[in-house]
């Protein structure tokens, strides 16, 4: 490994052991300041209702008891431990609680990668790192479960590649974060995918005599790892929950999050990617076989699905630090015996700076969600008609829930499954209006409740038997209603001869 040594003094090396604090706090006030956009995605509203459920019946649901269309029906939150948490902080202080607790935890993110980053690269690289997955991050960046268990994953693949970049296993210290993340968020599944594949990164790199023990070790670790994953309510159902998600099959396109990456227009995705395989070419890097095929399982991962863009940007510099410090260059010595004590009152002073700024802004400034995605006016009018069942838009569940209202359809996906999902999407988007009529009669619907722009609102509006009776910019409602006829007389173009 190239190395530049450090001869200075313990105060001139003190600012380098700082980029993971200067990470920390601009990514923090970044966030915080555009709080209302970690608002923007309508499953925040119905995770903390799911949450406030679990802290009022002590227990974690086993059963669908939010939708009329599928109550009853077997579902799980494997996210429960961050939908009580998001709960719990709402309850004391509005929406400023989840913006708050999502901003902490991705700066706590970008932190951490900054810190693993830096020692092995230099200060300039490991920032240039930072600043790219943080731009790859922010549209995910959300008042959502996964943002929770971004530093948990970060920790977790971070201190795995660090013992196989040092021939070594991983300590079973790590373990307590595999427990913690399987409560948090699905995702912990990836967590445990990725042991094998570093595991045998950290095989192929030691000498033939040392790889019998160092796999018994990787093993134990794996092991624990899985026996860890099962330390939540639901035991072994939360490893077997992400099988739900995969076999949504056909309906994963048609959520944005899950599309694969669009290059039609140029995007920090499109960016990054190209500068990273120029920056190759250029320099001539070099990888060894077993991290070249996790980068591009990640990269592949990043293509496919929108959603795991965020975890290329997070994790391919981890995979790469180490092979791309032996041939540019690495990071400085730093003496051990840096000045601590010093450290610790700036870290201190810096986060008491941090909750002081944070309370003076939100005093100013109220978070709220996106009004695209919450008709309180039209649910409001909606829940005077005392009405069971209503289909409404898919993003306008989260709302209804949050509302007290059943929805036909929300974000949970993975509980109404392929077929249900893709064809409500088609009913709501009239790309088969015949889907439309059949559901509304196939669930005894009484009104919808749709987006006023949307392609069923209008052919509604042209429909015998549906009344309109509320409409504003965002939403309207359609009452069924027996010899209701629509306004507007269709136009008819004249017969051409």
């Known amino acids: 490994m190239t190395v530049t040594v450090a001869n200075s003094t313990d105060d001139a090396s003190l600012p380098r052991g700082l980029l993971p604090l200067w990470v920390g706090v601009f990514s923090y006030a970044l966030l915080v300041f555009g709080g209302d956009k970690l608002l923007i995605d309508p499953d925040t509203q119905w995770q903390i209702t799911v949450g406030q459920w679990i802290l009022d019946h002590h227990a974690v649901p086993q059963v669908d008891v939010f939708s009329f269309t599928m ?33 902490a935890a991705s700066a706590a993110t970008f932190a951490l990668l900054a810190r693993y980053l830096s020692r092995t690269l230099s200060e300039t690289a490991a920032l240039v790192f930072v600043a790219a997955a943080l731009a790859l991050t922010a549209p995910h960046i959300l008042a959502r479960p996964h943002v929770l268990a971004f530093p948990l994953m970060v920790a977790w693949i971070g201190g795995m590649i660090a013992a196989a970049d040092s021939h070594d296993a991983p300590p079973l210290r790590m373990l307590p974060l595999m427990a913690l993340w399987a409560n948090l968020h699905g995702g912990f599944v990836f967590g445990l995918a990725m042991i094998a594949p570093i595991a045998l990164d950290a095989l192929v790199s030691v000498e033939a005599s040392l790889r019998k023990s160092l796999a018994l070790r990787w093993a134990v670790f794996g092991v624990g790892a899985l026996l860890a994953s099962g330390c939540t309510p639901y035991g072994w159902n939360a490893v077997l929950a992400s099988q739900k998600i995969l076999a949504l099959g056909s309906a994963l396109p048609l959520i944005t999050e899950w599309r694969a990456a669009d290059f039609t227009y140029v995007r920090p995705f499109e960016v990054c990617l190209l500068g990273g395989i120029g920056l190759a070419l250029y320099r001539g890097i070099k990888l060894p076989p077993v991290r070249i095929v996790i980068l591009l399982g990640l990269i592949h991962m990043a293509l496919a699905q929108g959603r795991a863009a965020e975890i290329l940007a997070l994790l391919a510099p981890l995979v790469v630090a180490a092979p791309l410090a032996r041939q540019v260059g690495g990071a400085d010595i730093v003496p051990a015996h840096t000045a601590t004590t010093v450290r610790g009152i700036l870290f201190a002073c810096t986060a008491i700076a941090l909750v002081t700024a944070t309370m003076a802004f939100a005093s100013l400034h109220r978070f709220a969600p996106y009004t695209g995605n919450s008709p309180v006016e039209a649910v409001a009018a909606l829940k005077k008609m005392n009405l069971e069942r209503v289909f409404n838009d898919y993003d306008f569940g989260g709302y209804l829930i949050a509302s007290g209202v059943s929805p036909f359809i929300d974000g949970r996906t993975e509980l109404y499954g392929e077929k249900f999902f893709v064809e409500h999407n088609a009913a709501s988007g009239l790309m088969e209006p015949d889907n439309l009529f059949r559901l509304l009669e196939q669930y005894r619907i009484e009104a919808t409740l749709m987006r006023t722009r949307s392609a069923a609102t209008k052919l509604l509006d042209h429909v015998d038997g549906w009344q309109k009776v509320y409409s504003d910019d965002i939403a309207t409602i359609h009452l069924r209603k027996a010899g209701a006829v629509h306004a507007v007389e269709p136009a008819v173009e004249p017969k051409v001869n």
């Open 71 to 103: 109550r009853g029906q077997p579902w799980i939150s494997t996210q429960w431990l961050a939908q009580v948490a998001y709960a719990k902080i709402y309850a004391w202080f509005g929406w400023n609680g989840p913006v708050v607790l999502a901003a």
